[in-house]
């Protein structure tokens, strides 16, 4: 260990005194740096979401409590309950589960899916196949999803 003069230890040959003044000299930010920009967002119709996909989400009791989605979160998914909807909050909530750039993969269609159709583990089975109108409607209204 090197000892300073004025008796304080030196630091890779610079002086405390130096290190303090480099350390005041810093400054943090206030707010942290702005996102960047450029990436494109994929909108879906809310219209065609009340009109096509609620009711199929309601009709397979997805928003049932208990291990069902309605009234909290279970996974990565809330619904708010059967006999307290909120149509906006699903929406919000049912958008995230989209994959607007392969419709097919989105979470939202491939958990309820029977497996042996293609879907992935989930506890209930709300479309047997692909083909069920439930399956259709959901998948049409992601192809009809935008990116801007």
Do not use: N
Not at 22 to 33: A, E, F, I, K, Y
């Amino acid at each position: 260990m090197h000892v300073h003069p004025a008796g304080g230890p030196a630091l890779a040959g610079i002086s405390l005194g130096a290190v303090l003044v480099l350390v005041s000299g810093c400054t943090t930010p206030t707010d942290p740096p702005a996102a960047p920009g450029g990436g494109r967002t994929f909108t879906l119709d809310y219209a065609s979401f009340s009109t096509s996909v609620e009711p199929v989400i309601t009709s397979r009791g997805c928003d049932a409590g208990g291990d069902c989605h309605g009234g909290g979160i279970r996974g990565t998914l809330a619904l708010s309950p059967a006999g307290d909807k909120d149509p906006v909050f699903d929406f919000e909530q049912l958008s995230l589960q989209v994959d607007g750039a392969d419709p097919e993969a989105s979470p939202l269609l491939r958990k309820p899916l029977a497996e042996a159709a293609g879907g992935t583990p989930h506890g209930y089975v709300a479309f047997t196949s692909t083909d069920d109108p439930g399956y259709q409607a959901i998948l049409a209204w992601i192809r009809d999803g935008v990116f801007e």
